[in-house]
């Protein structure tokens, strides 16, 4: 891990001004950034990453009271889960003011809010005084980067500057929660659990009646593939494991395993990665142990089933996942 200084800081201040992208940290994923309100830098987000241009991005602000910057018609409930839960994993879909750019919206008319829990992200954004549209730093439909290592890895050259925050504490992107009717709607879960939004409001939040793949999502993360492994990958409940081991065997396949427990025996052609029990640490590393496995060439990535209410977030991320995975005929969205 890097310790950013202010200069740094300043750097990526005067690159965003300039209309470039910085890859910055968050607690949920590292972001690639650009100037919400210059449309022409937020072009260049799609451009390096590779995504459908109608897809919204989220915009990440510094301070509570820039809402209404980008947002009208905020209600008491966006207010008190702002106050709750920012900074932290929450996003926060609202009617978009009329200036904010269409290249940030995807032409729609609300715009995703957050405020991040990290203390580089903050330090930038205040720094920077604006709004920086910011989707994971990953091309598109790939798993995405909780380590300034893996945004080299995705990005390259394409990003003028990454500031290493170190790794992710979250881990997966945040919880959505739509706003802008009269019911308040999880489009994207994340690791803040309806519970934890029922007990500000009093009242359970409603899931998407179906926030698998809308052809024009509301907000970011919200495909049916995404998040994925170029090696195929399939959830597998516990006593489901043995036998597809035993069947890879056979075959002489080099298969991976991402489980909460360790390996009952020990084999060459099985690659096995022990991940933590608790819904918390196992989404924190959970990207992180999917590139390991997906850098060593098996065959296909075989991954513990979840389940459960605190598991509800990490089952959306491997169901998209495994949707989007087993490599670039399997994911036609991942195309630029």
């Keep these: 891990m890097m310790t950013e200084t202010s200069a740094d800081i300043a750097r990526a201040v005067e690159l965003l001004r300039a209309g470039e992208l910085v890859a910055f940290p968050t607690e949920t994923v590292y972001g690639l950034g650009a100037d919400a309100r210059n449309a022409q830098a937020v072009a260049k987000i799609f451009a390096a990453k590779g995504r459908p241009t109608d897809h919204p991005l989220i915009v990440h602000i510094g301070a509570i009271d820039q809402m209404e910057f980008w947002a009208r018609d905020i209600s008491e409930v966006a207010r008190v ?17 009329p200036d904010v750019p269409d290249a940030v919206t995807g032409g729609q008319d609300t715009v995703g809010l957050r405020m991040p829990n990290h203390p580089v992200a903050l330090e930038l954004l205040r720094a920077f005084g604006g709004g920086l549209a910011a989707p994971s730093a990953n091309r598109f439909g790939r798993i995405s980067p909780t380590t300034a290592e893996h945004v080299r890895d995705d990005l390259g050259d394409d990003v003028s ?12 992107e945040s919880t959505i929660v739509d706003l802008t009717g009269p019911r308040t709607v999880i489009l994207r879960p994340g690791m803040i659990s309806p519970f934890d939004i029922g007990h500000v409001l009093g ?3 409603e899931m998407a009646d179906n926030p698998l793949a809308p052809k ?15 090696t195929l990958l399939q959830i ?27 390996a009952p025996f020990d084999h060459p052609l099985i690659s096995w990665q022990v991940a933590p029990a608790d819904p918390a640490g196992f989404a924190r590393d959970l990207y992180a142990n999917l590139r ?7 065959v296909r990535i075989f991954v513990e089933k979840p389940v459960g209410q605190p598991w509800q977030a990490i089952s959306d991320r491997l169901k998209r996942a495994a949707a989007g995975s087993g490599g670039e005929k399997a994911s036609p969205q991942d195309h630029p």
């Excluded at 024009?216 to 170029?230: I, Q």
């Excluded at 597998?236 to 360790?262: C, Q, Y």
């Excluded at 390991?292 to 098996?298: E, F, M, Q, R, V």
Aim: net charge positive; proline share 11%.
């Design 81 to 97: 889960l702002a106050k709750t839960f920012w900074p932290g994993p929450l996003t926060l879909i609202l009617k978009r003011q």
């Design 161 to 172: 500057l990454i500031l290493d925050g170190g790794p992710c504490t979250v881990g997966i």
């Design 203 to 205: 009242r359970m939040p």
């Design 216 to 230: 024009t999502p509301r907000t970011s993360g919200t495909l049916e593939a995404h998040y994925a492994p170029r």
């Design 236 to 262: 597998m409940p516990n006593d489901s494991l043995p036998i597809v081991l035993r069947d890879a065997l056979v075959k002489r396949e080099h298969v991976a395993v991402l489980a909460t427990f360790p």
């Design 292 to 298: 390991k496995l997906d850098s060593l060439g098996c």
